[in-house]
């Protein structure tokens, strides 16, 4: 038993230790994102700036709709097309 409760306070030690470098990076990532904005609010040309992102986010989401929502073609009316290619070419 005292190996099992080992383990287990092992395990609750390594998930609090994993919870706190989670944490640690999300507070370092959100500075440093905030950072960044407050630099890209002081430039004279931000209206650019974010024509220019929403272009570049417009685009983006097209090319994913484009990737993902494509619709496969028809199984059975491929087959039925090829049904009739081989009946008009003679081929059983």
């Known amino acids: 038993m005292t190996q099992e409760a080992g383990r287990r306070g092992g395990l609750d ?3 609090l230790l994993l919870a706190a470098g989670l944490a640690d990076l999300a507070v370092s ?3 440093s994102a905030l950072g960044t904005v407050r630099g890209l609010l002081r430039r004279s040309d931000a ?3 974010a024509t220019d992102a929403e272009h570049e986010l417009v685009a983006r989401g097209r ?3 484009d990737r ?3 619709v496969p073609p028809a199984h059975l009316e491929i087959l039925a097309q090829r ?5 008009a070419t003679g081929g059983v």
């Open 63 to 65: 090319l994913v709709l």
């Open 68 to 70: 993902y929502a494509a």
């Open 47 to 49: 209206a650019e700036l």
């Open 29 to 31: 990532t959100v500075g």
């Open 83 to 87: 049904a009739l290619v081989r009946r």
């Open 13 to 15: 030690s390594q998930a």
